[in-house]
């Protein structure tokens, strides 16, 4: 099976950890912003992960190199851009990407700003490489309910513009769901889709917290569902959406080897699971690279593949017209 070819749909893609490194260096310089070095290919070693990555940490220090250039829109509307043309390249005929405005503004350079610009890059994107997209904003887990709360109301102002839906980002160990539950029943009210990280780590009762108690249809990552087999059931039964990131698990260590994976055991128990690359410029990998790893390691069939990107289809959340096009579109091609 040719996995290139495959029409292939991103669902969890952070739009920071999609930057080329080439764009780093030339933005960095361009905005005057110290980087430990301006030649892409050195830089690379400071940004990128490989296979011997040993902990979430490790993973997260990657972004701290660059994140003094997120907040311009020259940054975000170029990564937005560039993204659009890395996709098409790799015949993603569809992706959400998402980004926390409270992480890419400061001073000078409001939420508003960055989600304004994002969704400039994306229009030329969609534009300029025939390319269908839509934005999620990122609630986190370690800023004010406030700041949460401005974010919801951002993605309801911009929704006409291609902000599609809500999620919750950030360290999931340390800073409870439940103070940003007002954002959330915000976020119901407006009928913003909800996506939430959980379960990433060793917590089940997080994905129980972020399906029952606010509303999310889909889960990022969900690892630890795993633990729980009547919760397994319970959201098997719903329908609950799992964005797999087989890679970036490896990287952080959320899982100590691939075998180790649930993804098999979540995919013959009819769990709605979906192949994702998270961050793939931090972990070096396309959305390619994720079906033929998850092809070889798990053994899947034609059927298997098929599955999972129809599951992808499905879970978009975009409007109907567009997910029942991508639907079409992958029973047509894959
Ligand atoms: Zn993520």
């Known amino acids: 099976m040719n996995f290139r070819q495959l029409p292939k749909i991103d669902l969890h893609l952070h739009l920071d950890g999609a930057i080329r490194v080439p764009t780093i260096a030339e933005l960095g310089d361009q905005l005057g912003i110290r980087l430990p070095t301006y030649d892409p290919r050195q830089l690379a070693k400071f940004v990128q992960v490989d296979r011997d990555c040993r902990s979430l940490t490790d993973f997260l220090k990657r972004f701290e190199v660059f994140y003094p250039i997120l907040p311009y829109a020259i940054t975000q509307e170029r990564i937005a851009y560039e993204l659009c043309e890395d996709c098409a390249r790799d015949n993603v005929i569809y992706f959400e990407t998402r980004f926390a405005p409270a992480l890419a503004a400061n001073d000078k350079f409001t939420m508003e700003d960055a989600v ?9 994107g969609r534009r300029d490489f025939g390319i269908k997209c839509g934005l999620i904003l990122c609630c986190y887990r370690s800023i004010s309910t406030q700041q949460n709360l401005d974010t919801v109301h951002l993605a309801q102002k911009y929704r006409q513009q291609g902000v599609i839906g809500i999620d919750l980002a950030g360290d999931e160990l340390h800073y409870p769901a439940a103070p940003h539950a007002e954002a959330f029943a915000l976020a119901r009210r407006l009928e913003l889709p909800i996506t939430i990280h959980a379960g990433e780590g060793e917590r089940a009762e997080n994905i ?15 690892v630890a569902l795993q633990r729980d087999n009547e919760l397994l059931k319970q959201v098997r039964d719903r329908g609950t959406v799992f964005e797999i ?5 490896l990287q952080t260590c959320s899982v100590p080897a691939l075998a180790a994976h649930p993804f098999r055991k979540f ?9 994702n690359t998270d961050d793939p410029a931090i972990s070096n990998i396309t959305l ?27 879970a978009a959340f975009a409007e109907n017209s567009t997910r029942e096009q991508l639907i079409a579109q992958v029973r047509r091609t894959a």
């Not at 129980?208 to 969900?222: K, M, N, P, S, Y």
């Open 288 to 314: 390619t690279d994720e079906y033929e790893l998850a092809a070889h390691e798990f053994k899947l069939t034609p059927a298997q593949i098929r599955e999972l990107l129809e599951n992808a289809a499905r």
């Open 245 to 249: 990131c087989l890679t970036s698990n």
């Open 116 to 124: 304004v610009a994002a969704l400039e890059g994306l229009r030329r």
């Open 208 to 222: 129980q917290e972020a399906v029952f108690d606010h509303g999310a249809a889909r889960i990022g990552h969900g």
């Open 267 to 275: 995919l013959d128990e009819k769990v709605r699971v979906t192949l």
